[in-house]
């Protein structure tokens, strides 16, 4: 259990020894992706800004908060799950309160006080600053300076269509989200020293129609750009080398700010922040990689040539059906395209397999156009019907295990792809962001290379040192990759 909460540093916080009264321990349990790991990190940065101590001793906290996913039902479920493992600390005297936050409330909110009476607060993912008053660190805070003054068009286009309504959500509140935090926002990282997410954006204009995010995190809206750049600044001061600049859709930054190319722009000004090494962006949809973003990319060392791009079908029909659009053939043009820009190009996609509908004949194109692409990484999931997403009413739902069974066979594709891939690297020379001992064994180190963002992709291995040597962590080394794994590396240290 408690290796589920957070570890973060405090080194700038006097100890509860040191103060006058008795600091509040907090723990965090935060669950789903980065976008809601940054969020964890401004609530814990507001609560220690407060005077609030943060654990990550389960047993220790007098608050536990519980930051909630509610992308799909197994998240969903995880969340409720790890609520209830929380609330049973609360019911033996181990902690005082409990507070859930996050996408769980969006969703939920008066069902999880009706339904967990151990819960003492919700917070939202529109109102961060009310962790404060959730967890009785403080009666109240200024609210977020961030004003939103415009939305894309295609924002206004799809309010108009509904596409944010929670109307027929049982234990929604009717207001959408608008919070974002700046760099003015106190926060704590929980990820090692040298490595951070920066959320240049919050919320979603697209109609995917599996997908409810945009009714949990509301319209599109964009950091400001200077905002941005001065956290990357303040965060390369504190030590941080690599960025990983996250949102729901990053490649849609600025255009609420009236910018053209807003991301592009923004890589190019961070490309110019003196002690970043590695800048990368996650989350872009496809017919929003332009040229210029592709130059930016391909002109700038320090920008990984990485791009992270979910396609989610391959299938004109099915991504039809999805409300995404594009084609195998697009698909296939626009890589084509980022490879001739980008050399060495490391390109990252992730597919919904069993989606309402999804034929064999229209499975098997996507399973030809993964055979195409060959992609470097890449990950499979399986559709989960989601009340309140539009693919929910639609009819020809597969079965759990033919989902699933598809969900293998096209991962099996990819496996030998990869494994092929991985293969040719071997006695090719990287640089290597050495990230510690590894996870899976004391004898090794482990470490990613450009080619791996944080978390997701493979990992490289690390088993020979030059003798004599001390290599530490956050530090980069030349290395050479002497094994091939299916998605793993192993690598020596130059
Ligand atoms: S672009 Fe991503 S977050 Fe936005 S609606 Fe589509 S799947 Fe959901």
New binding site residues.
Partial sequence: MAEKFLTVDLPSLPSASETTFKRRKVGFVSLGCPKNLVDSEVMMGMLAEAGAELTHETDDADVIVVNTCSFIDRAQRESVDTILEMAQLKAAGKTQKLVVAGCLVERYRDEIRKNIPEVDAVVGTGELEAILRATGIEASRPSSPFVILQSRAEGILREQQGRFSRESWDGAIADLPNYLYDDTTPRLLATPKHSAYIKIAEG?D???S??I??QLRGKFRSRRFESVIAEAEKLAKSGVREITLIG??TTCYGEDLGLKDGLALLLEKLAAVPDLRWIRFL?A?PNKITGRLLETIAAHEKICSYIDV?L?HASASALKRMK?GGSAEVFLRSIEKMRTTIPNLTLRTSFIVGFPGETEQEFEELCDFVREARFDWMGAFGYSDEEGAAAHHLEKKLSAREIERRRKQLMQIQQKISKRAKKALIGKRFELLLEGTSDETDLLLEGRTAMHAPEIDGKVFVNDVPEGEEVLPGEFYPCEITEAHDYDLVARIL
């Fill in positions: 979603c697209h109609p995917c599996f997908c995010i945009p729901q859709d989350y949809y979910p989610q995404r």
